[in-house]
């Protein structure tokens, strides 16, 4: 009997589990403080730090299927994506990991079993074919003597083009980081499939395809090629749960699979097809996957970095969805069959289901118009063109910012007997491709980061004060012995009760003192992998690594943290409230001074919502409850009912904050004894930070009652200054709107009569050079506004000409250049602003219909204008 999907992966899952592994969940789609990739793109993702010696954890081996996206940077599938049997925009990576455990032997001997025996995958050994990295001696040896492959079925892959390391069988999951030999496993097809062995010409049929990557982490990369070894070398496979289970169910397509073909006959059967090979349908079966999983994991679309592919994906599948017949908005509605076939059985996502509903609606809905708005830009170019060619780069910007594909445009311009400009095109595509692959390499600049191996415990609990012992000094990225006055540097002590900036709260602050009354000052306190680091200034004396020290926190400015702190766990549980579950938090800052909250939401708040959030979050505050921590097991927090954020890294033991029945929360930060403490709340802005992106900034305490003050002050002046109260001050402000726009109107009413004065005035200024009617004159003193208005006005009237107006105004001149659209294939406005700016000492730039430029050389201007003229006979 075939195994299906979730048997495959429950199986794997269970065999590495019996191999003393801890199965880990699947981490975030969007990596957690990791600038080097663009999306999770494999299963050791979340364990980079444990592999760079700057984590740890209470086990050495780990198991996962984690869920993966590669549709940008490194590694990115897209185009092959409905169009091959094996590759998808997202995936389930299958993996185990040994963090100095085990190695090349072990590693190699469990994945041979797990295939082979037939107690697991029970694979024909003929069947597997092995390639091993050229100079890997020691794998291509465990393989042929300790397995027992045959040699000729183990295949050394050397490099490319005589590039270090650049090799097929050379991992890294992005330009720096972790990275080492691989050793890859093959299953043969057969004959009946075309294609030939890896590392031979023609191994990119679908014969041979790879199943399973084991990397042997040694390095670490940096930004500059060194490869610097890694504190202990680690392991970590890969093996995608579509293509195994695409083995053991005997079908050579992954779409063949149990889980798509269900998927892509709702497909067909939600958009009304009964063509159930056409590929359109694989490409979108493969991007629910991605979209809906990437929404749940907090992305929404727009127009950055992972939202912009998310973006991307939408309108591929929407795409192909019109393209199979759809007349109606369908990606939605395919939420539900996902959950239902994946067996989709996560909170994140079940809870956030009709948000990402809702997002894919949207999208799509806004897709449309968008398609609309860039059929009619195009029609509108058309009947611009001088000659039946459009260019590429409008292809382009129709392609890029209103989604027209090209094969759309292409049609349409064939129904005009209109040739596309399909090089340029192509030139613009590759430039937006490669601006994508510099982006999309996030890594940090900062290569000098303060890596050690010390370790501080944390009291900051218990005390604001305490004894403790130096354990290292770091001045500018040099660990030193001493420092003494007046130098900057890094302290890091044995136990501390300054808090590390982290999880949106800021460091402490404060003063660290010895028995000879050495004095350092604390400005800042940061995480530096297990030590806690004291940022700030010697003052007095000098502190030496091993001396006994007293560090005492800045009181006054913990409070006040602990007070906005404690007020953001009451926020979020009071936004989920009054706008919904979808509400998730995207950041925050908390600081002494106010607080910032950023969540998913995909609207504007009302005024009726805001008041709403500010009423409850201080009716709590009035109640005066007791904020309780606790500190339990990660399961047992879960089950208390604990919230925590999607993409954070939890150890087994957590601290658990609770507000009463209205706020659970996980939180290692500091708060506030009962919620009365924080005295009042007041909600500042509400705004946007990116799409479907909202942020809060709210104050607290004595802060917010100064700030109502302030504001109450500023109201008070107002009324003074119109004359008002604070009863009719809207009615007063109104009147004054409405005088100064009728106002505005009869100015605008003035510039019209005076621009069609001067135009009527002008009218009678032409000159025709070589069948060309050209106006070249000097205006004073005009309005820069009406100088725009009277060429409008010459134009229409003129039909077809070349004018340049030069105005004379506070010892500055403006010159403006207009070419009606007929003769811009002859002459450009830009190339007569340019000749025109360098000789008045000035700037300038258009386009070829109209341009400007300003320049501070009178003296100048009247040669410059006859020497125009001539300019213009010459070239015309």
Known sequence: ????????????LNFFHKKGHKIISSSSLIPKNDPTILFTNAGMNQFKDIFLGKDQRNYSRATSSQRCVRAGGKHNDLEKVGFTPKHHTFFEMLGNFSFGDYFKHEAIAFSWELLTSPHWFNLP???????????????????KKDIGVLPNQIIRIGDKKNALYDSDNFWSMGETGPCGPSSEIFFDHGPKIVGNPPGTSGEDGDRYVEIWNIVFMQFNRQLNGTMLPLPQSCVDTGMGLERITAILQNVHSNYKIDIFTKLIQSVAETIGTTDLNNKSLHVIADHIRSCAFLIADGVIPSNDN???VLRRLIRRAVHHGKMLGS??????????????IMNINDNNFIKKKKHIEKILQTEEEQYAKNIERGISLLNTEITQLSDRTLGGDIVFRLYDTFGLPLEWTEGICKQHNIEIDKIGFEYAMTQQRQQARNSSRFYAKNQNAIYTTQSS??????????????????????TVETIRPGKNGIIFLESTPCYAESGGQIGDSGNLYDKKNSHFSVHDTQKYSQAIGHSGQMITGELHIGDTVIIQVNEQKRKRICLN?????????????????HVEQKGSLVSDSSLRFDFSHYKPMTLEEIHTVEEIINSKIRLNSRIETHVMKLE?????????LFNETYSDYVRVLKISDFSIELCGGTHAKRTGDIGLFHLRSESSVAAG??????????????????????LLNITNLLKANRYNIYEKIHSFINHTHNLEEKIKTLYQQKALETKNLLANNFMTIKGVQILVYTLNNLEPKLLHIIVKKLKNQLKSGIIVLANIIDEKVFIIASVTSDLTGRIQACSIIEILAKKIDGKGGGHPNIAQAMGFNITTLPKALIDIKEWLSENL
């Not at 091993?132 to 465990?142: A, L, M, Q």
């Not at 403790?468 to 000094?473: C, E, L, M, P, R």
């Open 636 to 644: 047992d927090a879960k089950s208390y009912g604990a919230i925590s």
């Open 565 to 581: 702190h404690s007020s953001t766990h009451l926020l979020q549980a009071t936004l989920q409230q009054v706008l919904g579950k």
């Open 306 to 308: 992972q939202a912009y």
């Open 693 to 714: 992106v909202r942020r809060i900034e709210a104050v607290t305490g004595d802060k917010a009652l100064l700030i109502l003050q302030k504001e109450n002050e500023q």
């Open 457 to 478: 415990i944390f009291k900051g609990y218990e005390y604001l004060q305490l004894q403790t012992v130096i354990t290292a000094i770091n001045i500018n990225g040099n």
């Open 125 to 143: 050994k003929e069947k597997l074919w092995v390639t091993v990295y050229e100079g890997d001696n020691e794998t291509f040896n465990i393989w």
């Open 327 to 340: 007349k109606e908005t369908f990606f939605f509605k395919l939420v539900d069959p996902l959950i239902a």
């Open 1 to 12: 009997m075939k195994p299906s999907t979730s048997e495959v992966r429950q199986m794997f």
